[in-house]
């Protein structure tokens, strides 16, 4: 795949070919056979996004969306000093893939972000702790309004508004971000006017960054919402071409499709070198693994099929994963993230000592010494016969992300319909969430309560060792 001077980011898979890494490689000639198969594929989704059934392609292009996020993101900036993100998963990843990459020094004035996307009650007691909650607002994110997590977090969250501010003031804190019309985080902005935004119902956890689920917190950071939307856009640009060959989302999704189905790599790796996208590289790995791993063909056949992603960093992960990737089963596919031109280079002195092994890296930088042990990795996994692609940024910024944010969602839809099953749903989430409601004693749910205390019945004493 040629690259083009008008992109911000792109996508090199010469590393998936028998040219160059060998016969672990993909020949032309099998790619060739999945291409009408994905031509197809990509037919059935743009009939599927014209009727409205894929939602999210077109939020890019959600003004009304985007503008409502970036007033209430003012008001936020004009009333707190903090944000506090109450979410997870798909509510908390996408917003601190971006926090991650925009550094503060690169923002508009706008609140210090915090996300709480876990429960630990250390974490949580000890972030409450660092705010001031007369300075803080809260954004209460679910789609659903019944995340159990989320709505334990509102509650102790509630309690210390009302501490601080009183019982009249502390609605003034909160933002409601759920379903536009149900779910009990709906019922409670309604019955207490809480200022709240909308997730489009079409739009799944996973794939709602470029919802206010993600804009709005984003906005509130000082970061351009407006420019990571025309990333996304731009991405859209390629992304909905019909060839397969120019379509880079498609490209990268039949690769991996052949390298599963051909060669038996079901282990994915995302490793960019960049310290500031290993985020990212944590929001793939629940779209890759949420949206692919299905028990169930669309046609209810049992099949288990999936890729489990890995997230690494470069070039730290050289020195703890890499071994691993070079000479251990040929099990992985690993995708690199190169940045051309970082927002800051350190130069590397001359050494005053005449060492060898320090003269070679005096006249490089620190940018260049990264990007080196990028392509050093890149080539020694090309030698060991070992499938690689590369994914290349000019520079980390909101366009650069808005694109890549894309691409992967619409990759891990052309994935999905190349292995048959539906990408869009989580039926083995959903299992646990019933366990979970079951032992809080959530009403409703005393047949999977019975479940619980049957399996834990059947853990025996002399294998629970200390």
Known sequence: MHASATRPVRLDVNGFFSHMIGR???????????????ATVLEGLEVRRRSGELAFYDLPYDEQAIAQCRSLAGDLIAEFD????????GSALGTKAVLDAIAPARRARGLRVHVADNVDPDSFATLLASLNPERTAVDVISKSGGTAETLAQLLIVRQ??????????????VVITTDPERGPLRALADSEALRSLPVPPGVGGRFSVLTAVGLLPIAAAGIDIQALCEGAQHADTFCSQQDPWHNPAALHAGLLFLALRERGCNIHVLMPYNDSLLRLAEWYAQLWAESLGKARALDGAVVEVG????????????HSQVQLYVEGPRDKVVTF????????????????????????????????????EQRATELALAEAGRMT?????????????????????????VAGALLNIDPLDQPGVEAGKRLTF????RQGYAADAERVRAMLQRKKDELVLG
Not at 160 to 173: M, T
Not at 307 to 315: E, Y
Not at 438 to 441: I, L, N, Q, R, V
């Open 24 to 38: 672990g490689g993909i020949a032309s000639s099998d790619l060739e056979l999945v291409i009408p198969r994905l």
């Open 307 to 318: 890729q489990t992603p890995v997230r690494a960093l470069g070039a730290t992960d050289q």
């Open 389 to 413: 692609s590369l994914i290349e940024l000019e520079r980390v910024d909101e366009a650069a992300l808005g694109y890549l944010l894309y691409m992967f969602e619409v990759q891990t839809l």
């Open 337 to 372: 993230v190169r940045v051309v031109q970082p927002h800051q280079d350190v130069p590397i002195p001359a050494s005053p000592y005449g060492l060898e092994e320090l003269d070679y890296l005096s006249g490089h930088t620190l940018g260049e010494l990264l990007n080196m």
């Open 82 to 89: 903090d944000l506090l993100v109450l979410g997870i998963g």
């Open 438 to 441: 079951a032992m809080a004693g």
């Open 160 to 173: 210390w508004l009302i501490a601080a501010v009183g019982e009249r003031a502390w609605q003034r804190h």
